[in-house]
């Protein structure tokens, strides 16, 4: 090879490289922007997913077929790469537009009903991305023809290609996570990432030979080899088995990702950590297999043996998974971890995250990177056909992954559970290799008898130990895993489903019940009379409308916020809640939220909160934002400028919108980001103390068009009218008891914030400060709720 192809080559690599890194920039971008669109809801990120992936397998074919037409795959390339820059330096201005698109079907009522708003998103998610994710697909078909200078060596060469492609996506996807969209914010993230991308072009077209062609020349009798010719069916099984193989490999990533985030305190650093993990391992895999090919002549009886360990290796998951609740019990602490490692605790952190998540994936994946250079070197064998044969191999297995992404999370985890939902997508790669070996008739018979009979021993003994799935360690934290769990609490409610694990459980020894989603314990039955009952959160900002009529709850937890919202005898009350498993758990705590869910003026809405506002025709007297866990993945977009603009276009005239905020869950400088990012929105924004809980202290903040004003005499009236007893639990017996919980309003807490940046759409803070904390939730929560009441002003001024 001449020096002048070496360099070329050479670029190529890095060209795959930034190509991948660029792909998963644009994807965790362009779903975030999307999201924002549509909701934060696992259904409309599903949606983005597969509109993305089917535009990369139509890129795929499409692009498979033009290479074998074209004799410019130079210029070709070159093309397809400044039409992404063009399309990706525009994303944000068409995020904006389709923002607007929305606000305007939503306002003509054009959008109403579950399956209108599901076809929306799926029209809105191909308008803005199949053309984008189409050129995308076509970039690793096209560099595959101008890298691969031999036919025989097409299948190393793709594994070296992928390689370079899969860890520039890992290091993408973690920079993203951790850097890109926190630092520097999502616009103007695509617009650096894509002028690097453009400095490059230049630099390729430079530097790069442009009187030699990238490829070597093929001799006519390259151009007619045919190496392990199979028979027709053995071939077309083989494209079958990639697809289905393409198919596990997604199902697997959500299956393992919604078990790792569970225990990683679902942050949005916890995602880019898991998500890297198993790109790293598809790179390890194809560069080792890359190296193999030169090695071996035999690629279909390794493709089996591949498949066949994929299934085993992810079946021995389930052991790891199993010790979950006992590994990672400290990582859902920044707390511990701080004790442990000192100053070196977020790092710790990382890395422990990390080692956890490679010592569930590292193997399997690593296995599924070998699985495209050995389909590559079995069935592409032919010169002239050889992109449009990869194109359709690699656009296949593309759809497979969307179709495997689709079904586990919306069907198979509902349905089977993670566990059993492991189990047999693990079968599913075992039959692949299972059946290959009795369609491989030109292998050794011996050979065939000997992985038949390892392959069904192994899996037979594997499936005989597996570990039990332990639904009250997997569901909960609120014990020390090491404790006498079984003997502590009683399981009565467990619901697992896209949006992730629900259950209620019960402390016998004081037969409180608690609820905890995602493994977080989100409310329990004693918080309730006296200074920390919850129901006050639902009826305190009632008191400050004159006559409210129509109310939002945002979030129905375990329906006690709810239930005192019903208590104020409102007419019509909506509450909008996504989680199915939550919904389903409120009726256990129906002693203590009055029946709730069966009021008659109370309507149940599953939708995501922010999605709902967004595009409801509805106005409301009063909306109230119920507790959200701050540092969730995708909470941030329940905080920002943006929303809280939504929520005000969602309002009467006069009305209003609190949100209540977990004081012993939120650092003081997330409080005061979202007290800056609130008052842009409502200059006339009081604040108040809510407590959940003797010991949870709650802020709230109520904003509307018009200055705090208090009618004595109207809100004195409101008291007499309400149910005596149930104000005397709550502590509000009087209107003066009321007016206690009062902070300040309006310009009072200028100066307190005057530093504080903003929480918006575009610069999503929250979500990735708020992680970082490290004081106790009790230390916290007496911090922050001491810097609030050290604001208390006179209450007197807005009374008339």
């Not at 054009?110 to 995308?136: C, D, E, W, Y």
């Not at 959500?254 to 598809?282: C, E, H, M, N, P």
């Not at 560069?287 to 591949?306: A, E, P, T, W």
């Not at 701050?630 to 005239?653: H, I, R, W």
Request: contains cysteine.
């Amino acid at each position: 090879m001449s020096k002048s192809l070496k360099k070329n080559s050479t670029l190529i690599l890095i060209l795959s490289f930034y190509s991948g890194f660029y792909c998963l920039v644009l994807e965790m971008i362009w779903s975030r922007y999307l999201q924002l669109v549509f909701g934060v809801s696992i259904y409309a990120v599903a949606t983005v997913i597969t509109c993305f992936m089917l535009g990369l397998a139509v890129g795929n074919f499409i692009f498979g077929i033009i290479c074998d037409k074209s004799k410019k795959h130079r210029s070709l390339l070159l093309l397809i790469i400044v039409g992404i820059l063009i399309l990706g330096a525009l994303s944000p201005l068409i995020y904006s537009k389709l923002q607007e698109l929305n606000y305007f079907l939503s306002s003509r009522e054009l959008m109403n009903g579950f399956v209108s708003k599901q076809l929306f998103r799926i029209l809105i998610s191909i308008l803005f991305l199949l053309i984008p994710t189409t050129l995308l697909g076509g970039i690793p078909v096209i560099l595959l023809r101008i890298y691969n200078s031999d036919i025989e060596k097409i299948g190393k060469d793709s594994g070296t290609l992928y390689a370079a492609n899969t860890i520039g996506s890992a290091i993408g996807a973690f920079l993203t996570g951790f850097v890109f969209i926190r630092f520097c914010g999502l616009k103007e993230s695509v617009w650096i990432l894509t002028a690097v991308y453009l400095v490059f072009t230049i630099v390729f077209i430079l530097i790069s030979d442009k009187k030699e062609n990238l490829k070597q020349v093929i001799t006519p009798e390259k151009k007619s080899v045919e190496k392990n010719h199979f028979p027709a069916r053995l071939n077309s099984f083989l494209i079958i088995c990639f697809g289905l193989s393409g198919f596990t490999s997604l199902a697997y990533e959500v299956f393992w990702t919604k078990i790792l985030v569970l225990f990683f305190r679902d942050t949005v650093y916890d995602f880019a950590i898991v998500l890297s993990t198993f790109l790293f391992g598809l790179f390890v895999g194809s560069s080792i297999c890359s190296f193999v090919l030169r090695k071996i002549k035999d690629s279909l009886r390794l493709f089996i043996l591949v498949e066949i360990l994929i299934g085993i290796f992810s079946l021995i998951s389930l052991y790891f998974i199993a010790q979950l609740p006992f590994m990672a019990y400290n990582l859902q602490s920044m707390t511990k971890m701080m004790q442990t490692f000192g100053d070196s605790y977020w790092l710790m952190s990382i890395i422990l995250r990390l080692l956890i998540s490679a010592l569930i994936m590292l193997v399997p994946t690593i296995l599924f990177g070998f699985t495209l250079p050995l389909i590559t070197n079995l069935l592409v064998r032919n010169e002239n056909s050889q992109s449009r044969k990869y194109g359709l191999i690699t656009g296949l297995n593309t759809v497979g992954s969307t179709i495997g992404s689709l079904l586990a999370g919306f069907i198979l985890i509902s349905w089977l559970g993670i566990r059993l939902s492991i189990i047999s997508t693990a079968i599913i790669n075992i039959g692949i290799g299972v059946m290959l070996l009795f369609l491989a008739r030109n292998t050794e018979l011996r050979w065939r008898k000997l992985i038949l009979s390892l392959t069904a021993v192994g899996t037979i003994v594997i499936l005989m130990f597996l570990p039990k799935w332990d639904k009250l360690r997997m569901s909960t934290n609120i014990l020390d895993p090491n404790q006498n769990v079984e003997q502590l609490l009683d399981l009565k409610y467990y619901h697992e489903d896209a949006t992730g694990i629900t259950s209620v459980s019960e402390l016998k020894p004081t037969k409180q019940l608690f609820l905890s989603t995602g493994r977080i314990y989100i409310q329990n039955t004693s918080d309730l009379k006296g200074f920390g009952d919850h129901r006050r959160l639902g009826f305190m900002p009632l008191f400050l409308h004159p006559e409210p009529k129509r109310v939002l709850a945002v979030g129905l937890g375990a329906g006690i916020t709810l239930s005192g919202i019903v208590g104020q005898k409102i007419p019509k009350i909506d509450c909008v809640e996504i989680s199915e498993g939550v919904i389903g758990a409120a009726p256990y705590f129906s002693e203590v939220n009055n029946h709730v869910l069966e009021q008659k003026n109370v309507h149940i809405i599953r939708e995501d909160g922010r999605n709902y506002i967004a595009t409801t025709s509805v106005k409301y007297d009063v909306i109230i934002a119920d507790i959200f866990f701050p540092m969730s993945a995708g909470s941030s977009d329940l905080f920002t400028v943006e929303y809280f603009d939504q929520c005000k276009k969602a309002l009467n005239p006069g009305g209003i919108v609190c949100q209540w905020l977990p004081a012993h869950q939120l650092s003081l400088q997330s409080m005061k980001i979202i007290l800056k990012s609130f008052k842009s929105v409502f200059p006339h924004t009081s604040i108040w103390v809510g407590m959940a809980g003797e010991s949870v202290p709650v802020i709230g903040f109520i904003g509307s068009s018009e200055p705090l004003a208090i009618n004595r005499t109207s809100l004195s009236d409101k008291f007499k009218k309400l149910d005596q007893h149930v104000l005397s639990e709550i502590e509000l017996i009087e209107p003066d008891e009321l007016l206690s919980f009062f902070i300040c309003a309006d310009n009072d807490s200028d100066d307190f914030i005057k530093n504080a940046g903003l929480n918006t759409d575009n610069n999503p803070v929250i979500e990735f400060i708020n992680p970082l904390q490290t004081d106790t939730f009790t230390k916290q929560g007496e911090e922050n709720l001491q810097a609030f009441i050290n604001l208390k002003t006179d209450i007197f001024r807005f009374v008339r």
